[in-house]
């Protein structure tokens, strides 16, 4: 073991010689001093059996000085003195140190030429730097095992996050077997907070597109990029063992909606009191709001998402907004306890189709589980739209521009709604947008026309008087309304209806807000009307 004091005392080429022993990288191009750090160091991390050993002093003592002044005309007349094999490496050592100690007795008898070098001779601090590097010796081991310590208590902290952190996503299947679970916060599109799932475990436990999967999770190792998921706690609110012999949402039977969404909250909100009367909506029905531009369609949806999160907390309500303006998007996220699921108009037609998709199935997931789920869909046009961009094309274009296969997948998503027998149900208002000026937008409305089951039509006439909510009393329904109303109520509102038919749609409305300003609930309204 060699200190930095031997070191600098050394001539260069034998410095080289101690890099080359102690296995030191391209020390041929290093100069002196960088070649004593790199020595040293490399002496800190060799353990102390593969040293080389250093010759004792004792034996370079016990030369004769005859010797001494043998070494220096040896060296003159061979500058290199011949090299021993190279494993012999402790020849080697004795040489050396003779060849130093001769040198300094020669330079001791020339001190004319140099003055500067008889200060050399304090080399006969040695012992204390011999005690110097048994200490280092003794703390350096210690050193290394603190490291080896250390670094087995920090892989065994990451084994120990294990289990520790529990999260939930909507998983979505690659073609390849495996899949994520994608975060809501990234619209279930792909995102840094994607957890893996291996294709074991989806085989395990049935799993699909649009489960709702949660579970405990791992950090990801070295090399891999993802969390994964360890153990499944439960999918869609359940037990694994419960979602096992679940029936496909294709095979499910649908049956007319049968219990009535009760939106009436405050008597100064008209638009849900009006709705609950004349368009009731029921868990498994397929509405749509017909809007004329600015008609206060998005305040109306707003106002519905709030009635149904605050009268059924039972039912898991999401609003999908496609193709809309972000701050609007920002709004409803904040007025409304609701999950908001959103693509902007600045995004592309792509996103729209597969945010909307990855929706739909966790939407069905859900229902083959037995939930009730509310989408609130704004808009079905623009979703149309985006289907009509992304679809390859058929060769056959209908008026307006729209392909004929566009249409398949947004009708599919519109269809989706149903109540189900024995089960839960998936309930979907739409909004259809129309006179908008576009040819593609009329195709579009005049295809989901007869598809859904309730029908609300907004008039731009009240709303240019600003008369809210601007809804067409005659024009908007629900099939089989008999089976969410009594039958005294039905008769109550035909009777209304029949009053009003002879009125065009703004004094309809006038009528009804003048009549129903001073009653606390439907009820109380409808049994008003005798007098």
Not at 397 to 403: A, E, K, Q, R
Request: net charge neutral.
């Amino acid at each position: 073991m060699y200190n930095i004091e031997e070191l600098k005392l050394r001539l260069l080429s034998e410095l080289k010689e101690i890099a080359e022993n102690l296995g030191v990288k391209n020390f041929k191009k290093l100069n002196k001093q960088d070649l004593i750090y790199a020595i040293l160091d490399q002496q800190a991390i060799t353990p102390d059996e593969k040293l080389p050993k250093k010759a004792d002093s004792e034996k370079a003592e016990e030369k004769s000085p005859e010797e001494k002044k043998e070494a220096p005309k040896e060296r003159e007349q061979n500058q290199k003195p011949p090299r021993g094999p190279r494993n012999d490496k402790s020849d080697r050592r004795p040489k050396r140190e003779n060849v130093t100690e001769a040198a300094e007795s020669s330079k001791e008898d020339a001190p004319q030429e140099k003055p500067e070098r008889p200060e050399r001779p304090e080399r006969k601090k040695e012992p204390k730097a011999e005690n110097q590097d048994s200490g280092e010796k003794q703390e350096r081991p210690e050193r290394k095992d603190n490291r080896r310590n250390k670094k087995q208590e920090y892989n065994q902290n990451i084994k120990d996050f294990d289990g520790l952190i529990e999260n939930e996503g909507v998983l979505e299947m690659m073609q390849d077997g495996y899949g994520f679970l994608r975060s809501s916060d990234y619209n279930y599109l792909a995102s840094p907070d994607d957890i893996y799932v291996s294709p074991s475990q989806i085989k395990l436990f049935g799993l699909k597109t649009g489960d709702t999967v949660k579970g405990q999770i791992r950090p990801p190792k070295e090399g891999e990029k993802y969390f994964a998921l360890l153990r499944v706690e439960s999918v869609n609110g359940k037990t694994t063992e419960e979602i096992r012999d679940r029936v496909a949402f294709e095979y499910l039977t649908p049956l007319f909606p049968e219990e009535k969404l009760k939106l009436s909250t405050k008597p100064s909100l008209m638009s849900t009191r009006i709705l609950d009367m004349f368009a009731p909506i029921g868990k498994g029905q397929r509405g749509m709001i017909v809007a004329q531009p600015k008609t206060g369609k998005t305040v109306l949806l707003k106002e519905i998402a709030n009635a149904i999160a605050e009268n059924h907390p039972e039912c898991y309500l999401i609003i999908l907004l496609i193709d809309e303006r972000p701050e609007e998007v920002t709004d409803m996220a904040r007025s409304v306890k609701a999950e908001v699921i959103s693509s902007t108009f600045d995004e592309q037609a792509e996103r729209h189709v597969k945010v909307s998709n990855i929706v739909l199935e966790k939407a069905k997931r859900m229902v083959e589980c037995g939930h009730d789920v509310v989408i609130l869909l704004d808009s079905i046009t623009r979703l149309a739209r985006a289907y009509n961009t992304v679809v390859p094309s058929s060769g056959k274009i209908l008026s307006g521009g729209v392909d004929a296969n566009a249409l398949h997948k947004p009708k599919r998503f519109f269809g989706a709604a149903r109540n189900v027998e024995n089960g839960g149900s998936l309930s979907i208002i739409a909004t259809a947008l129309i006179e908008t000026g576009s040819k593609m937008d009329e195709v579009i409305f005049e295809e989901f026309k007869g598809t859904g089951n309730m029908e609300l039509q907004l008039d731009r006439k009240l709303s240019n008087k600003r008369v809210y909510p601007a809804i067409d009393v005659p024009a908007s329904g629900t099939r089989r309304e008999d089976l969410l109303m009594s039958k005294e109520e039905l008769q109550r509102v035909w009777i209304l209806r029949k009053f009003m038919a002879d009125m065009n749609s703004v004094e309809a409305m006038e009528f009804l807000l003048d009549r129903m300003k001073g009653t606390r609930d439907n009820n109380e309204f409808l049994i008003s009307m005798n007098g």
